[in-house]
């Protein structure tokens, strides 16, 4: 799965589909700067890794994200590094972008939003 993931086109892929319950091919030929070949091999990829489902309807192919499979792999991923995690309805957001400094005013008068997150700790 961290190969199909890794490729730049193929990421791009995901995240497309991730927006949307199902996309057509010709979405991705409209948004992609590669080739109709290129699409089917990158697809292909993905769909051997268990990331998406390919449907076909007459001439056309439909894609979906396999989010369980997405989510399969990030437990995975905790059981290797286990730390606190956000849960709820809002995704929590990602600590790297906040800015917060050492000492900083600002950030520790910042209310947690305790409505949007909880956090599981072990």
Known sequence: MFKALGDPIRWSIIQQIAQA??????????????????????TKILAQAGLI???????????????EALREL?????TIAPSPRAVGDAPARPRHRRGRQAGSRRAA?????????ALLTW
């Open 109 to 117: 008068a910042e209310p947690a939003a305790a409505a949007e997150v």
């Open 53 to 67: 489902e390919v449907r076909k309807r007459g001439r056309n192919y439909y894609y979906c994200l396999q989010r």
């Open 21 to 42: 319950d199902e996309l057509a091919c010709s979405v991705l030929e409209d948004t992609l700067p590669v080739s109709k070949p290129t699409i089917s091999y990158h």
């Open 74 to 78: 990030i437990d995975e991923l905790w």
